[in-house]
Each structure stands twice: as structure tokens, then as C-alpha cells.
């Protein structure tokens, strides 16, 4: 199963899942009184928007590369990944001051018992979910699906906070219909969090900030390993989607001729992609080793 299939089977399970659980947790937050259980399902009908989104990115992505985009469509994918988080940064706004609002209400009914079930079955589903959708993000390196799995997770955070507060409120009865939505507010946070966990490294990856050292270190050792290659001066690696684009200067024998050293790159080159195969392209520029470098 390749890349792309493997993605949007993930994505389209958690869109279904996610149609199924906001009809659910609304009509028992309605029925059942639960502010925190409706806010959930406003933040389900959230995930499938964003699953939308994913689903979207993740086509334009593997689009071949063309005049217009040289370098491919990569870029796709860390957008989604914003969009994504930047709508968990949103949801949470709403959902804390929604409960905000709810709790300086006074006099309101308080949940009912059989919202607990709802959330309990939302909570191991969801939070199974997100380690389908996480593992799966994880093997084909995407942060658009990455992000699509933390808003199955922030799901399931979010149904642990209303499934503690509903137990409070009924336990405690009278005047303590507040912790349901106390819970929703302490639900926002955790969410925003989340959000803000997500956007940062999307961002970075839409700056081209360098990957990890181990992945560059890899690529450097790669290229020092060819015959004729004195001294890996310089190696610039950017992520367009799950594939890596380089740039490096390497130092070569100042008397060997042109050939030898175009040679040489295209050896290099050859290497570096045979080591780390999510690298696309490297360019490789000669410099004379033991002379000025410019």
C-alpha cells in the first residue's frame, strides 16, 4: 500500500467516525443537558472539517512537480497542518467561553447519568483512533496526518474532561451542576495546547527550517563516504512535505579536472539518496579543497 493510499484510508476513517460521534454527543448534550458534551461534538464536527482539509492537502501533495512548482506540491501538507491547528486554537476559544458564560448562569438543570456512557464509548474509541491515525502518520512522515490524529485525541481529551465533570455534578447534585462546565473549560486548555504543539513545528516547516541533526548528519556522512570528496563544507536540508531537498558544497582535489568533479557530485548525489531515499533532489557544488572558499 503506497504513500498516499495509506494517508487518506486513515483520514477517511476518522471522518466517518467523527460523523457518527457529533450526531451522538449533540443530541445527548441536548437531551442530557451537558454544555461540556455539546462544546465535544462541536469539536467532532470540527474534526471533520479538518479531515476535509487533510483529505484535500494530502492529493495536492503528491502532485508531480511542474512549472509552476518546481520543487512539487509539498508544501501542502504543512498548510493543512496549520489550518488544522488553527482551528483546535479556535474551538477552544469558543468552547471556554461558551462555559464561561454557562457558568455565571444561574439556576440551570445539570446533566443527565446517560451522557456517561456516550462519553466513555467516545473516549476509547477516539483515543484508539489516535493511535491508528499517529502510527500511520509516523511511517509515511506526515504532518498533516499527524495533525489529523491529535484532534482524535484532543476528541477523546475533551469527553474525559466532561465525562469528570458530568460525574461530579451527579454525585454532588444540587449546586454542583458548575464542574460540567468547569470540566469544558479545563477541556479548552488541554485542546489549546494541543494546538499550539501542532503549529509550531507546521510553521517551521513552511519557513524550510533545517530537520533534525541526526537527518543532516546522515546526509553529510553519505556524502564524505564517496572517493575524491576531501570535506563536506556546507549541507542545507529543507522538508517539502515528507521529502527533503539539499544543498551542499563539498571540497574536491583543486587540480582534478571538470569532469572528474562533475563526476564526483553526481556520485554524491547518487549516494545521499540511496542512504536517506526521502531526500528528492541534491545540489552539489564543487569547491577546490585547501583554497579560499567563496
Known amino acids: 500500500m503506497n504513500r498516499l493510499t495509506r494517508s487518506l484510508r486513515a483520514t477517511l476513517l476518522g471522518m466517518v467516525v467523527n460523523t457518527f ?4 454527543k449533540m443530541a445527548a448534550g441536548i437531551f442530557g443537558h451537558s454544555h461540556a458534551l455539546m462544546a465535544d461534538a462541536v469539536e467532532s464536527l470540527a474534526d ?5 482539509v487533510v483529505w484535500r492537502a494530502l492529493v495536492v501533495a503528491e502532485a508531480p512537480a511542474d512549472e509552476e512548482h518546481p520543487y512539487g506540491h509539498g508544501k501542502a501538507e504543512p498548510i493543512a497542518s496549520v489550518i488544522v491547528a488553527t482551528m483546535l486554537l479556535l474551538a477552544a476559544v469558543g468552547i471556554a467561553l461558551n462555559s464561561i458564560r454557562e457558568i455565571l448562569t444561574p439556576d440551570r438543570p445539570g446533566p443527565q447519568w446517560f451522557t ?5 464509548l467516545v473516549i476509547f474509541v477516539k483515543e484508539g483512533l489516535y493511535r491508528f491515525v499517529a502510527r500511520e502518520a509516523k511511517s509515511v512522515d506526515s504532518t498533516a496526518v499527524h495533525a489529523d490524529a491529535w484532534h482524535h485525541r484532543s476528541d477523546a481529551i475533551t469527553s474525559l474532561a466532561a465525562a469528570v465533570g458530568i460525574t461530579i455534578s451527579l454525585i454532588g447534585g444540587k449546586g454542583y451542576e458548575v464542574a460540567d462546565d468547569v470540566a469544558a473549560v479545563v477541556a479548552a486548555v488541554i485542546i489549546a495546547w494541543n494546538g499550539w504543539h501542532l503549529l509550531r513545528p507546521s510553521l517551521n516547516e513552511l519557513m524550510d ?13 553519505a556524502a564524505a563516504s564517496i572517493p575524491g570528496v576531501q570535506e563536506v563544507e556546507k549541507c542545507m536540508v529543507r522538508k517539502t512535505g515528507h521529502l527533503y531537498f539539499v544543498d551542499m558544497h563539498v571540497e574536491v582535489d583543486p587540480q582534478m579536472s571538470v569532469q572528474q568533479g562533475h563526476t564526483i557530485a553526481h556520485a554524491v548525489k547518487d549516494k545521499v539518496r540511496e542512504t536517506v531515499p526521502a531526500v528528492r533532489d541534491v545540489l552539489v557544488h564543487i569547491e577546490p579543497g585547501g583554497h579560499e572558499k567563496h
Open 21 to 24: 460521534f457529533a450526531a451522538g
Open 48 to 52: 471533520i472539517f479538518s479531515s476535509i
Open 116 to 120: 456517561l456512557p456516550v462519553l466513555v
Open 209 to 221: 527550517a533545517a530537520p533534525s541533526t541526526e537527518v543532516v548528519d546522515t546526509i553529510r556522512r
